[in-house]
């Protein structure tokens, strides 16, 4: 018995002295380790105010409205928690606003806070620290929420100078004058077509100058379901003219993508003089195509 003792005893202070503990492993490489899955507490909750308790590890928030999560209030010997990990996930449509609890507070940087907002979709981790004169929690991971819904794909075209301007350039089609194309390479923009009609200016009615342009997209086609463009005319140059652009169509032709597009200019109508409202200096079109994924 007193040898049996001796050896159990001797096995306990050798566990102790290696501070190294193995689950399902006889060659344990840390303090702890385990060979296998590790499981913790996982709750969900839907009540807009909860205190997060000790017990606490995963918590998945799924409530109906904007919700306040409050940190435990840190304390001394068993109740210091640091090193405690919290991991917080918001599935619902509303924020969470995380708390520390009073004389608690968070630590983002090197400013405290008193909360932080999870958002919609968001994923955020905190785990508490030894520090008693900052924040006494640390915000150690976020996530920021899925992408949008929304593909998003911009770039600058070029407005030509009209057909019927004091410096006219004619129209033209099937991409006889490359010099007003945009981009490089498979980012390339072509003006296959250029169609230009001119201003009406009567006692009975006054039609603004206008240019009917067809642009074509050199690269990979655009999927064009659910694409809707959104179109900004600019003026960069010393011509004070300002114009509208109006969308037209869009559409996949030939193995590209096509996008028809009616620009006016608005500011004058008419002439005076040797000056008129068919515009000569060549401008700007800025393109955003948003396509709406699912």
């Given at each position: 018995?007193?040898?049996?003792?001796?050896?159990?005893?001797?096995?306990?202070?050798?566990?102790?002295?290696?501070?190294?503990?193995?689950?399902?492993?006889?060659?344990?490489?840390?303090?702890?380790?385990?060979?296998?899955?590790?499981?913790?507490?996982?709750?969900?909750?839907?009540?807009?105010?909860?205190?997060?308790?000790?017990?606490?590890?995963?918590?998945?928030?799924?409530?109906?409205?904007?919700?306040?999560?409050?940190?435990?209030?840190?304390?001394?010997?068993?109740?210091?928690?640091?090193?405690?990990?919290?991991?917080?996930?918001?599935?619902?449509?509303?924020?969470?606003?995380?708390?520390?609890?009073?004389?608690?507070?968070?630590?983002?940087?090197?400013?405290?806070?008193?909360?932080?907002?999870?958002?919609?979709?968001?994923?955020?981790?905190?785990?508490?620290n030894s520090n008693t004169?900052?924040?006494?929690?640390?915000?150690?991971?976020?996530?920021?929420?899925?992408?949008?819904?929304?593909?998003?794909?911009?770039?600058?075209?070029?407005?030509?100078?009209?057909?019927?301007?004091?410096?006219?350039?004619?129209?033209?089609?099937?991409?006889?004058?490359?010099?007003?194309?945009?981009?490089?390479?498979?980012?390339?923009?072509?003006?296959?077509?250029?169609?230009?009609?001119?201003?009406?200016?009567?006692?009975?009615?006054?039609?603004?100058?206008?240019?009917?342009?067809?642009?074509?997209?050199?690269?990979?086609?655009?999927?064009?379901?659910?694409?809707?463009?959104?179109?900004?005319?600019?003026?960069?140059?010393?011509?004070?003219?300002?114009?509208?652009?109006?969308?037209?169509?869009?559409?996949?032709?030939?193995?590209?993508?096509?996008?028809?597009?009616?620009?006016?200019?608005i500011d004058f109508i008419?002439?005076?003089?040797?000056?008129?409202?068919?515009?000569?200096?060549?401008?700007?079109?800025?393109?955003?195509?948003?396509?709406?994924?699912?």
């Amino acid at each position: 018995m007193k040898t049996k003792n001796f050896i159990s005893i001797s096995l306990l202070l050798g566990l102790f002295v290696n501070a190294q503990v193995g689950i399902k492993t006889t060659t344990p490489n840390s303090t702890l380790a385990v060979a296998g899955s590790m499981g913790a507490d996982y709750k969900q909750i839907t009540t807009t105010t909860y205190n997060i308790t000790a017990t606490d590890h995963y918590i998945t928030y799924d409530g109906a409205a904007n919700a306040t999560f409050t940190l435990p209030v840190i304390g001394t010997g068993t109740a210091s928690y640091t090193g405690r990990i919290y991991k917080i996930k918001n599935i619902s449509a509303s924020g969470i606003t995380l708390q520390a609890s009073s004389g608690n507070t968070l630590r983002i940087d090197n400013t405290p806070v008193a909360s932080f907002v999870i958002p919609t979709g968001a994923y955020a981790e905190v785990v508490n620290n030894s520090n008693t004169t900052g924040g006494t929690w640390d915000l150690s991971f976020t996530v920021l929420p899925k992408p949008s819904n929304v593909e998003i794909y911009g770039i600058q075209l070029t407005i030509p100078p009209h057909a019927n301007g004091t410096a006219p350039i004619a129209d033209w089609v099937s991409h006889a004058n490359p010099a007003y194309d945009s981009g490089t390479g498979t980012d390339a923009w072509w003006i296959i077509s250029k169609a230009s009609t001119t201003f009406a200016h009567t006692a009975g009615y006054s039609n603004a100058s206008r240019m009917m342009l067809v642009y074509e997209f050199q690269g990979t086609p655009f999927n064009v379901n659910n694409m809707y463009p959104i179109l900004t005319a600019g003026n960069n140059s010393s011509f004070p003219d300002i114009f509208t652009a109006s969308f037209v169509s869009l559409a996949n032709v030939s193995g590209k993508t096509r996008l028809t597009v009616s620009v006016s200019r608005i500011d004058f109508i008419g002439s005076n003089g040797a000056n008129n409202s068919n515009w000569t200096g060549t401008f700007l079109l800025n393109l955003l195509l948003a396509r709406k994924l699912y």
